[in-house]
């Protein structure tokens, strides 16, 4: 393999870039997700046929997540990142103009494309970065993704608000977007493959290593899932609040994630992944315990915040690992990545069928059963720990991977 050298300055302007790249990213699932209902009505599709096209976007990345690495292998990473981000930021257009149930499972099948893709390809290189400074970032990259989803969110309610059309609304989101996306790739690092290094193949299954770290991954994002798509529906038919206030629960939960993200890397320096990953274990069990047992509106609340507190920094930490865990890390980190999108995908749907089976209370109880499941598993993080490299303090110089 090649070995290219970056000062620290680089590195670090790499860092930021990288991380206005995660905002991007997450303002565009952001400025989606708050027009689902307009879209729904010009489509002109039932709840159950929405709900069919909303799991179009999860099968259209979980196929396309593996071609990440070969795309970054023949046109390097830097060039890779701008094209999959640019087509993704685009693709934000596609759902709107979907005139009927069969224009818009197609739609919502580039859309999650474009967004697995891309997604690859920006922990791939944040994994990098991350092994050049010598620190935990992968963390707080995943906050700046979850603040720019509240920033789309925003955006998007105003939007609504004001009765905006959508298809205006996402041209103009996907242009700026795509603009600053652009501008953003230019300052990550541009690596390249060595000459005599093979393309990664089209299709292949995960590697070992990236299973076991998916499951991590599968929970941590299981109750996530769950949270946001449940926690306002358990405080108003469990606990019989007022809208307004399950409203809030979920942008509770919302807001202590990105908030612990933001400042998860610092403990993740201090104590390693294993041990934050148990602990987060412990939080997460606590607060499912908190809500299946609480009673109350203001125990439950709190029970999803302290949720939130403790999933946070688990999948960040899953990448980081997928990535130091073999001599290919775009396709562990896509094997990972496959495997979280996966349980964002059988989550919301496992959690109502097991209460229409039995009650909320009883979903949540397995929810808190998954967090606890971190506790015992956060072990398979040690990888990446135990290879993290030693980088001089003035000059990064590692051997290229791909990306």
Request: charged share 10%.
């Amino acid at each position: 393999m090649s070995t290219v050298v970056y000062g620290q300055r680089e590195v670090k302007r790499a860092r930021y870039a990288v991380a206005a790249v995660f905002a991007v990213h997450g303002s565009v699932t952001g400025s989606f997700a708050t027009r689902v209902p307009w879209i729904q009505d010009h489509a002109g599709v039932s709840a159950g046929q929405l709900g069919l096209a909303l799991a179009f976007p999860a099968l259209g990345a979980s196929l396309a997540m593996p071609l990440a690495g070969r795309v970054s292998h023949r046109f390097g990473a830097r060039a890779a990142l701008r094209g999959l981000l640019a087509l993704w930021t685009l693709a934000l257009i596609l759902p709107s103009l979907a005139p009927n149930l069969l224009t818009l499972c197609l739609a919502l099948f580039v859309y999650g494309a474009t967004a697995g893709m891309s997604d690859v390809a920006m922990n791939a290189l944040g994994v990098e970065i991350e092994n050049r400074l010598d620190k935990s970032i992968m963390s707080g990259l995943h906050g700046m993704w979850s603040t720019g989803a509240l920033i789309g969110s925003a955006a998007g309610t105003i939007a609504a608000h004001l009765g905006a059309d959508a298809r205006i609304h996402h041209v103009l989101a996907a242009a700026v977007l795509t603009v600053t996306g652009l501008v953003a790739c230019t300052w990550v690092l541009d690596l390249q493959p060595a000459e005599d290094e093979e393309p990664p193949p089209r299709f292949a299954l995960p590697p070992r290593s990236a299973l076991l770290i998916g499951a991590v991954g599968f929970c941590a994002v299981f109750a996530e899932g769950a949270s946001l798509d449940w926690s306002a529906v358990y405080l108003r038919d469990e606990l019989e609040t007022s809208a307004g206030l399950a409203a809030a629960c979920t942008t509770g939960f919302t807001l202590t994630m990105a908030l612990a993200r933001l400042a998860g890397d610092r403990v993740v320096d201090r104590f390693g992944a294993v041990r934050t990953v148990r602990v987060s274990g412990v939080l997460a069990a606590l607060g499912g315990l908190l809500v299946v047992v609480g009673g109350h509106p203001a125990v439950a609340m709190s029970g999803f915040a302290l949720m939130g507190l403790g999933i946070a920094v688990v999948v960040p930490l899953c990448f980081a690992a997928a990535g130091r865990a073999g001599s290919n890390p775009s396709l562990a980190i896509a094997g990972v990545a496959t495997i979280t999108y996966t349980s964002g995908l059988v989550a919301p749907s496992a959690i109502g069928g097991l209460a229409q089976a039995t009650s909320l209370v009883v979903s949540f109880g397995l929810v808190t059963l998954l967090a606890c499941c971190l506790v015992v598993f956060a072990r398979v993080l040690r990888a990446g720990d135990r290879d993290r490299p030693k980088i001089s303090p003035s000059v990064a110089e590692v051997p290229d991977r791909q990306s």
